[in-house]
């Protein structure tokens, strides 16, 4: 056997194969260097083509930051809602449990504004004259031609409302479990009556809650102290305390139904103009399923909850893109309410596409934060703000028409479109019209206001109706991935 020495051992076999020979001739080395040279000519083109293709991949790979803007209750943290069913569905439902408080306090806002406009009426009729109203409502507007038309409630109702009062100190409960005391942070699931979007007087405080990722750390903290484990994998909240807000709502639940649908009720509703059904955060058609023991929210039950935003909230998504590229969006939702759109400003850097939320069905209503001001021309004024922003002149539009389930339902009423936008005249008072209408009025402030030309998008949604906007967003994804690897010379 022959025995190997450390020096045998040490020479590695790549340098003796690429040795010259030892008896190489200087013709033959002068060709095996021009073979060298030539090679690594070759391999250096080779290595900053692949260079170049991983600055461009870098490039696509940037991320796409868009931006939520609109109004308050345009349907933002709605559509954030459906970017979360669609790219994270296991993070989004895992926080149904969270909802449930929302929803809760949803559904006894609700109830609240219905036992506030019985106390109305029964004031009314007990009032000698309309200037002399308790001073429990006294914030609240009135008319002389309203009052005289409300229903006489009758023993039975008013047994039934007296029934529903422990429902005042569930909503504080929940209030409190959503915004720990201490919290600065003021936030509202709020429920305007509509009726205060007719008359020019300011609505009522409504109480207040935090939103953002902030309530539901809190809320989830909560649950965890309450049971121990992880909050995220849990399905249903479980309150030992018999004042607990689900087992009153469902004791409640069956004379809560029968409120609902009392024709007085309805009646008193209506002559208040207080359109439940159409307002955000509205549960009193499923309350048998909502008020059950074990009830979970379902993906519409979340979509349909409503918890205002507070200042910005920041959600980051991976998107596959079918190659072998995945690119990550940063979406961006805000605050609607005017107080709060100065926030908006420092994000408009570096934005590749706004979704601009208008909801159209709001034509009859005014803004909460100012009672003066038609929540359509708000939304028309905020448009042409962000169109015309000289920051923003590279971002692409896209512009969501939205609420278009509840506008048809409104014009379908015999609601006059007309009544509230002049300029409107007279034509058909029907969705169709009505909502072509608006896009064109969008439109062309867009092509008027715009600094540059650049990408501009309109869809009609209703964002509550899952299976359309996914397919909506879908559609605006793919339209920015294209512009974006266009502008990444890779397409
Ligand atoms: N029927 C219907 N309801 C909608 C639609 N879009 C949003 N909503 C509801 O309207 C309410 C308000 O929507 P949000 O997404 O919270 O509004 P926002 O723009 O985030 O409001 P802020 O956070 O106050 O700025 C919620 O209860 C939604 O479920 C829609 O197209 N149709
Ligand atoms: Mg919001």
């Known amino acids: 056997m022959t025995a190997i020495t450390r020096r045998d051992a040490d020479i590695d076999p790549l340098t003796v194969a690429m040795a010259p020979p030892p008896n190489e001739s200087e013709e033959d080395r002068q060709a095996r260097l021009a073979a060298e040279h030539a090679a690594k000519v070759r391999s250096d083109a080779i290595d900053e083509e692949l260079n170049r293709q991983r600055q461009a991949e870098k490039r696509a790979l940037k991320q796409v930051k868009v931006l939520l803007l609109g109004q308050s209750e345009s349907g933002k943290s709605t559509t954030l809602k459906n970017f979360q069913l669609m790219h994270?569905?296991?993070?989004?439902?895992?926080?149904?449990?969270?909802?449930?408080?929302?929803?809760q306090l949803n559904i006894v806002r609700s109830i609240r504004l219905i036992l506030d406009s019985m106390t109305e009426a029964q004031e009314a009729?007990?009032?000698?004259?309309?200037?002399t109203y308790s001073t429990s409502s006294s914030s609240r507007p009135t008319s002389p031609l309203v009052e005289k038309e409300y229903p006489r409630l009758s023993p039975d109702l008013l047994k039934l409302k007296m029934r529903l009062s422990p429902l005042l100190s569930v909503e504080e409960a929940l209030t409190r479990t959503l915004a720990p005391s201490g919290s600065s942070e003021l936030e509202a699931t709020r429920l305007i009556p509509l009726r205060y979007a007719s008359r020019s007087n300011t609505p009522p405080k409504e109480p207040s809650v935090y939103a953002g990722a902030l309530w539901k750390g809190a809320l989830g903290r909560l649950m965890n102290s309450d049971r121990g484990g992880d909050a995220d994998d849990r399905e249903e909240v479980v309150w030992d305390d018999p004042k607990d807000p689900g087992l009153v709502l469902h004791a409640c639940a069956a004379d809560m139904t029968q409120l609902w649908n009392d024709?007085?009720?309805?009646?008193l509703l209506e002559v208040q103009?207080?359109?439940?059904?159409?307002?955000?955060?509205?549960?009193?058609?499923?309350?048998?399923?909502?008020?059950?023991?074990?009830?979970?929210?379902?993906?519409?039950?979340?979509?349909?909850?409503?918890?205002?935003?507070?200042?910005?909230?920041?959600?980051?998504?991976?998107?596959?893109?079918g190659n072998m590229m995945?690119?990550?969006?940063?979406?961006?939702?805000?605050?609607?309410?005017?107080?709060?759109?100065?926030?908006?400003?420092?994000?408009?850097?570096?934005?590749?596409?706004?979704?601009?939320?208008?909801?159209?069905?709001?034509?009859?209503?005014?803004?909460?934060?100012?009672?003066?001001v038609n929540r359509l021309e708000d939304s028309i004024l905020l448009w042409k703000?962000?169109?015309?922003?000289?920051?923003?002149?590279?971002?692409?539009?896209?512009?969501?028409?939205?609420?278009?389930?509840?506008?048809?339902?409104?014009?379908?009423?015999?609601?006059?479109?007309s009544k509230y936008v002049?300029?409107?005249?007279?034509?058909?008072?029907?969705?169709?019209?009505?909502?072509?209408?608006?896009?064109?009025?969008?439109?062309?402030?867009?092509?008027?206001?715009s600094p540059k030309s650049r990408s501009y998008y309109c869809h009609f949604t209703s964002v509550i109706d899952t299976s359309s906007?996914?397919?909506?967003?879908?559609?605006?994804?793919?339209?920015?991935?294209?512009?974006?690897?266009?502008?990444?010379?890779?397409?």
């Open 88 to 103: 994270s569905p296991k993070a989004f439902r895992a926080e149904r449990a969270l909802w449930k408080a929302v929803i």
């Open 469 to 491: 906007t996914l397919h909506i967003l879908q559609n605006v994804q793919d339209v920015l991935l294209r512009s974006n690897l266009e502008q990444s010379s890779l397409v």
């Open 326 to 372: 995945s690119h990550e969006w940063t979406v961006f939702d805000v605050g609607g309410q005017r107080s709060l759109r100065a926030a908006w400003v420092p994000y408009f850097d570096d934005v590749e596409a706004i979704i601009f939320l208008a909801p159209i069905s709001c034509f009859d209503q005014v803004l909460q934060e100012d009672p003066s």
């Open 263 to 267: 024709t007085t009720v309805r009646k």
């Open 385 to 417: 703000a962000i169109i015309s922003n000289p920051l923003l002149k590279h971002t692409s539009m896209i512009l969501f028409l939205n609420k278009c389930d509840i506008m048809k339902a409104k014009l379908a009423s015999g609601i006059q479109f």
């Open 273 to 321: 103009r207080l359109r439940l059904e159409e307002m955000a955060g509205f549960f009193l058609d499923s309350l048998d399923r909502v008020t059950a023991p074990k009830y979970v929210p379902s993906d519409g039950d979340i979509l349909r909850a409503r918890l205002k935003t507070l200042g910005v909230s920041e959600h980051r998504f991976k998107l596959k893109t």
């Open 422 to 449: 002049i300029s409107y005249g007279d034509r058909p008072n029907n969705f169709e019209a009505a909502s072509n209408y608006l896009r064109k009025k969008f439109s062309g402030i867009h092509k008027q206001c």
């Open 125 to 131: 009729h007990s009032s000698p004259s309309p200037s």
